[in-house]
């Protein structure tokens, strides 16, 4: 079992830059795919970033491609999301989480999720 603390939300202006992070207990992390997801108010959560397990790949929706970039390390059982180009439409609660089922990297299915951290861009 894995528990997961977001952590580097916040406001900024729409335009600006944000890193989350994702902080892992356990000493399996580096055997578990991450993923990160983002809930709006009024919708339902939806998949943004996902990298496998040796960070040798990864994969983004549609709407991140280019403005986002999933890393983690597994040496300190960190998973980070950086968010440039940040738009109002960005504004959510954000989840890391984590799969154990490493041999698929995929947009559902994962097992572990942190409480979440709130990022909100302003027009």
């Known amino acids: 079992q894995v528990q997961l603390v977001e952590s580097g939300g916040g406001l900024v202006q729409a335009g600006g830059s944000l890193r989350l992070s994702c902080a892992a207990s356990?000493?399996?992390?580096?055997?578990?795919?991450m993923g990160w997801f983002r809930q709006a108010p009024g919708k339902e959560r939806q998949f943004v970033a996902a990298?496998?397990?040796?960070?040798?790949?990864?994969l983004y929706a549609d709407s991140v491609k280019g403005r986002f970039t999933i890393s983690r390390d597994n040496a300190r059982n960190t998973a980070s999301l950086q968010m440039n180009s940040l738009k109002p439409e960005d504004t959510a609660v954000y989840y890391c989480?984590?799969?154990?089922?490493?041999?698929?990297?995929?947009?559902?299915?994962?097992?572990?999720w942190g409480q979440g951290t709130q990022v909100t861009v302003s027009s």
């Open positions: 989480a984590a799969d154990q089922t490493p041999w698929s990297l995929r947009e559902t299915g994962y097992d572990y």
């Open positions: 356990g000493r399996t992390f580096s055997s578990y795919n």
């Open positions: 990298i496998n397990w040796n960070a040798g790949r990864t």
